[in-house]
């Protein structure tokens, strides 16, 4: 059973597009993420939920939003893509500060 | 705040030699530490971590790291490398407060014959 799943695995769409990308988790975690990697590599935390609450955004621009129906789903809506938008989104969950973050397995956006 | 830094972006051994991937962390509080692994394509997986407690850990795949509170250091070790190992591993700090994780920049391990 996939811990943490994500879907769409890959989306190409065009600039000025809305889109979402649905994650889910079966672990009874509390707490669920979302991570922006960039070309680089680099990895960035972009919202933190903890049972349906928003705790943590780091300054995302307010195209991006985050929805938790439930603790066990966390999903990302997008409006009006821009180029700078593509990467790799992660979704994570973990149950408190000293667990680990168990992570999906990613969804490649790329915007022509 | 919070901050890592892994020194090195690119890190080539040769199989069955050491590898030493390095790590600095800065945190106002005692923090977790983690290493995770990328393997191409796919999503991050826990190496090992540090909470508390003994300050060696040791992980999956024969991956160990050390917690040096006086250096502020996490490098991550493995006496041999494996062709297996090849990939983008990533040190992280957490210090709580709704579990944000700080990830460095990464550090790409390749391993030749």
């Known amino acids: 059973d996939t811990a943490v799943s994500q879907t769409p695995k890959y989306l190409v769409t065009q600039m000025g597009n809305d889109k979402s990308i649905k994650c889910e988790q079966n672990?009874?975690?509390?707490?669920m993420y979302w991570y922006k990697q960039d070309s680089k590599k680099f990895l960035k935390i972009m919202f933190s939920?903890?049972?349906?609450?928003?705790?943590i955004n780091e300054t995302v621009p307010n195209r991006f939003s985050p929805k938790s129906p439930d603790k066990a789903h966390l999903n990302l809506h997008i409006n009006s893509l821009e180029l700078g938008d593509s990467a790799v989104y992660f979704c994570?969950?973990?149950?408190?500060?000293?667990?680990?973050?168990?992570f999906g397995d990613g969804t490649r956006l790329s915007i022509l | 705040a919070q901050s890592v830094t892994q020194l090195g972006s690119h890190v080539s051994v040769s199989e069955g030699a050491l590898v030493l991937l390095r790590c600095n962390y800065s945190?106002?509080?005692?923090?977790?530490l983690f290493w995770y692994v990328q393997y191409p394509n796919q999503g991050l997986q826990l190496l090992l971590k540090?909470?508390?407690?003994?300050?060696l850990v040791k992980g999956i795949n024969g991956f160990e790291a050390e917690f040096k509170k006086s250096e502020t250091s996490f490098h991550l070790t493995k006496p041999s490398a494996h062709m297996s190992d090849a990939a983008e591993y990533f040190c992280?700090?957490?210090?709580?407060?709704?579990?944000?994780?700080?990830f460095g920049t990464g550090t790409q391990l390749k391993v030749e014959l």
């Open positions: 994570a969950s973990s149950q408190d500060p000293a667990q680990p973050q168990h």
């Open positions: 672990l009874g975690h509390d707490t």
């Open positions: 945190s106002s509080v005692p923090p977790y």
């Open positions: 939920y903890n049972n349906k609450e928003l705790i």
């Open positions: 992280a700090v957490s210090q709580g407060g709704g579990n944000k994780l700080t």
């Open positions: 540090y909470t508390t407690g003994a300050t």
